[in-house]
């Protein structure tokens, strides 16, 4: 019980620390080699730290809610996974909207020293919605190009690419079995390593 409830804490903490730009606690909470992606990235824990930090000096402000739902524990590594939301306030195209992303957020937790650090990061995208502030000023959607996104997460794809930027389309996602299977079984694959060992 205790490793499980630190293991929520740690899955808790993590998205706080994000949250509120402790860029330390947040750093404290990886391990260095842990792999992180998310729809705008893809890489190293350090390097999510630098482009989080970016974000935040340029304006873009985003919540998460979490709530670890599921621990697995085999020897010193283990899954966690967690019922999740995130909330972005944001002005998309000159309108001030809230972007609002139904996932599960997952990741690989491994014990070194008697220390549990996160090993790597993932959401699992269920669905998405953007809203204007004031419905009077939507901004000007394309709604063509909406269609040809990802359902799972078509509105964080959308504003993204709207913008310039890069958006990771083999995220695993309620609506790509196929993705999400192979995520799976990678994880068991790397849970079952610790039993092996």
Known sequence: MADREEIADLARR?????DTADWDTLAACY????????????????EFIA?????????MISKHEISPAAIRIVGDRALVESNGQIL?????LGSDCDLASWTRFFSRVRR???VWRLASWDSIYVKDRIDPLNPA?????????????RPAYRFFHYTITAEGGHCNDD???????????????????????AEAG
């Open 14 to 18: 993590e998205r706080f620390a994000r």
């Open 31 to 46: 391990w260095p080699d842990a792999l992180i992606r998310t729809t705008w990235f893809k890489g190293s824990a350090e």
């Open 88 to 92: 972005v306030r944001m002005n998309f």
């Open 112 to 114: 070194e020293d008697g």
């Open 137 to 149: 000023d939507p901004p000007p959607i394309d709604w063509e190009a909406v269609a040809a996104c």
């Open 171 to 193: 995220l695993p996602g309620e609506d790509r079995p196929d993705l999400l299977r192979e995520f799976y079984a990678d994880a068991e694959r790397w849970l079952g390593a």
């Open 51 to 59: 482009g989080s930090t970016r974000m935040r000096a340029g304006g």
